[in-house]
């Protein structure tokens, strides 16, 4: 028998990345393509008076909203975000018009004068009027449960917007079919999502498909944005008649694209004198931008979190998602998980200091075990980890000796204890209704999914899966690019799925396609029989139960889990403060590639890092003012500090070979545990980035 799984078996992408024969979507050229540009708002509220060319439009493709054969909207979840401007600008940077030339130095060199009218903006979430989303979670009696509480603590806690930075920028081209069709090939995670949006601008008359490039990373900034891009390719490549390319530089890309909402959330929080939690009432706020694209979604994970890995038996969250006119946030890595958890994380902590508590003894109090339930009324089961996880974070880092020996130092230790569901919200995988399929090759099977490989290894690990549930060697299972023409549509690569239900699918596929060999080997079969498919589809766990308008039920069919403790040191004279070690401590089944997995939580480690420390973005007159890398700072490798990954194993029994979802997890975790180990020096910082501006001003309090 073939065993692969939970072996570190060399990627299926490795060698044409590590060789440079790998071509990414600015590597292709094409006869006769023309470059693509985008010209864009440069107010960010208001209406567009004239429009005037500033050059000699000989050899130009134009393209403005006229020109749209379709419905000139972003197909997603609410039709609201145009292609192009028709008159009125919602934030900077907004699309106005699309030009396309065959010299990328002239198309460049092109003057385009808008004339506008402007209107005031609104910039900040809590003065704006329109809501894309309201939700309310309810459970028990928070209003009684906080008065007759022995000690109340509250608290206000912001993230700012945080940048994806993939290695490799938005970048698209379109080609048009001598059958009429337009096919668009682009760095993406999710084809389908490219499909359908594309469908609504061309209208019926123009067929598209959507085949995915190599993509050099998205962290979910490509889940929704390539949707916009795809679509300008499209445009111009069907009024030119010829390829054309778009490809975004550093700063257009920084500027013009989604980015991580910003969130002010609040707790009041009744307990105990002993610690025991008793009530917490929490409100979200995140900032939407200036369209709601997953605005919504994203709340929704962020609020299901809110009350963290903890029971408590009255809760009530209250959250909404704020129109403002900045450029629209979207999709990052933890779906507004990481800024609510920040949140419960800290707050946490400052209700140990003020009950005098250990914040190990008040987690351990208070942590969900199997039998409990969470905000949701979601019974827990046999696979919740949350101790497991605490306590050998605390056992690995000696938590309890070093935080008394630090004291009163420049030195500081402190944890934070996360989970992350795995998979769609509640009914969401049952409606999307994923598929897979797995064809017979002549050696062994083809795998075709739309599933992306963003740089995580899931081509890799989806072929483990195959190999090892058909029995045949890791080597004669093929995976194919993501083609919407021929893929199965297996749903998005997002929210921590695209192991535990695209994977749960693609195991089946193979177990049937084993059984129905009956012992031939592919090549007898093809031979005697023909061609062989397998198309399944997600069967969601049975017990899944669900309500979209109360949010009450089952929210995720598992949960991953996972301490973060971040050691750090505050220079007294520059108040940088640097982590000198991090221990993180996850629990996410079973892993299918376990180097592939601790890159996934040494990466999103370093990334949450980047998130508490160091990532500020600066918004002047509603656009991002430091969109380059030179003063836009992520962390490197002179930034990382020493890390101990530690990987426990609680299988869940619907995920393939005991596997759960981990993209995400690792994010959570690490804001909070850096805040904590800086409270613990002695600031009360309750907000992030803590750059040094920030913690003087903390200290000087």
């Known amino acids: 028998m073939t065993q692969s799984v939970g072996k570190s078996v060399s990627r299926k992408d490795g060698i044409g990345k590590a060789t440079g024969a790998t071509k990414y979507a600015d590597d292709v050229v094409l006869p006769g393509m023309l470059h693509g540009r985008t010209i864009r708002s440069t107010i960010p509220r208001g209406t567009v008076k004239s429009i005037r060319f500033d050059f000699d439009t000989t050899g130009f493709t134009i393209v403005d909203h006229r020109d749209i054969p379709g419905t000139n909207v972003v197909a997603l979840i609410r039709d609201d975000q145009p292609y192009l ?168 890309d920084m500027v013009a694209t989604t980015k991580r909402h910003p969130s002010i959330v609040r707790h009041r929080t009744g307990l105990t004198r002993a610690g ?132 009163g130092t420049s030195k500081g230790i402190g944890l934070a204890l996360f989970y992350h569901g795995a998979g769609f919200t509640g009914a969401g995988e049952e409606r999307l209704r994923s598929r897979a399929r797995l064809d017979l090759t002549g050696r062994g099977v083809r795998i075709l999914v739309a599933s992306t490989e963003i740089g995580q290894g899931t081509r890799t690990m989806h072929a483990q899966i195959v190999s090892d549930a058909m029995g045949i060697p890791y080597e004669d299972v093929e995976v194919a690019m993501p083609d919407t023409a021929v893929s199965a549509d297996s749903g998005p690569t997002v929210a921590s799925r695209t192991c535990m239900v695209v994977g749960r699918i693609l195991e089946r596929c193979a177990q049937e396609m084993k059984a129905r060999l009956a012992g031939r080997t592919p090549a007898e079969y093809l031979d005697t029989v023909g061609p062989l498919s397998v198309i399944l589809e997600h069967v969601p766990p049975p017990w899944i139960n669900w309500d979209d308008d109360t949010y009450q039920g089952d929210a995720y069919p598992t949960y ?66 430091n969109p380059t890398l030179t003063n836009y700072t992520i962390p490197t490798t002179l930034d990382t500090p020493a890390m101990d990954i530690v990987m426990l194993e609680n299988h869940y029994e619907g995920g393939p070979f005991g596997a759960k979802g981990l993209g995400e997890l690792p994010i959570d975790g690490p804001a909070p545990a850096v805040v904590n180990a800086i409270r613990h020096i002695g600031l009360d910082l309750r907000s992030i980035p803590a750059i040094p501006e920030t913690l003087l001003t903390c200290a000087s309090l």
């Open 85 to 252: 401007v028709e008159t009125e600008v919602q934030h900077v940077a907004e699309p106005i018009l699309l030009l396309a030339h065959a010299d990328r130095d002239v198309l460049f060199a092109a003057k385009v004068v808008i004339e506008y009218e402007t209107l005031e903006p609104v910039y900040d979430p809590l003065a704006s009027a329109v809501s894309f989303k309201e939700i309310s979670i309810e459970k028990g009696g928070v209003v009684a449960s906080l008065a007759g509480a022995e000690i109340v603590v509250e608290g206000e806690y912001r993230t700012g917007h945080q940048e994806h930075v993939y290695i490799e920028t938005n970048g698209v081209y379109a080609v048009p079919e001598e059958d009429g069709s337009i096919t668009v090939h682009g760095s993406m995670q999710c084809p389908f999502y490219a499909l359908k949006a594309l469908k609504g601008l061309m209208g019926p008359a123009t067929p598209v498909r959507v085949v995915q490039t190599e993509t050099g990373g998205g962290f979910g900034g490509k889940e929704e944005y390539p949707s916009m891009i795809a679509g300008h390719a499209a445009l111009l490549a069907m009024k030119s008649g010829r390829p054309v390319k778009i490809i975004y530089d550093r700063v257009e």
């Open 276 to 407: 025991q939690l008793i009530a917490m009432d929490v409100e979200v706020i995140i900032d939407g931008g200036a369209y709601a694209t997953l605005s919504e979604v994203v709340l929704s994970r962020g609020s299901i979190h809110a009350a963290g890995p903890y029971r408590c038996a009255h809760t009530h969250i209250r959250a909404r998602a704020m129109k403002t006119n900045t450029p629209p946030n979207g999709a990052f890595r933890g779906f507004g998980a990481p800024q609510t958890e920040f949140a419960m994380e800290v707050h946490m902590d400052r209700i140990a200091e003020q009950l005098g508590m250990c914040p190990v003894a008040l987690r351990e109090m208070n942590a969900l075990v199997p039998g409990d339930t969470t905000a949701t009324g979601q019974t827990l089961r046999r696979d919740a980890s949350a101790l497991e996880c605490l306590r050998e974070a605390v056992a690995r880092t000696d938590f309890i000796r070093k935080r008394e020996a630090y004291r």
């Open 560 to 625: 991953a889990w996972g301490c973060d403790v971040v050691e750090l040191e505050l220079d007294p004279d520059t108040y940088e403060a640097r982590p000198t070690h991090v221990t993180a401590v996850q629990e996410f089944g079973r892993p299918i590639h376990p180097a592939l997995a601790q890159g996934q939580i040494e990466g999103g480690t370093v990334q949450g890092l980047g998130f508490a420390l160091l990532e500020r973005v600066v918004m002047r007159d509603g656009a991002m003012a």
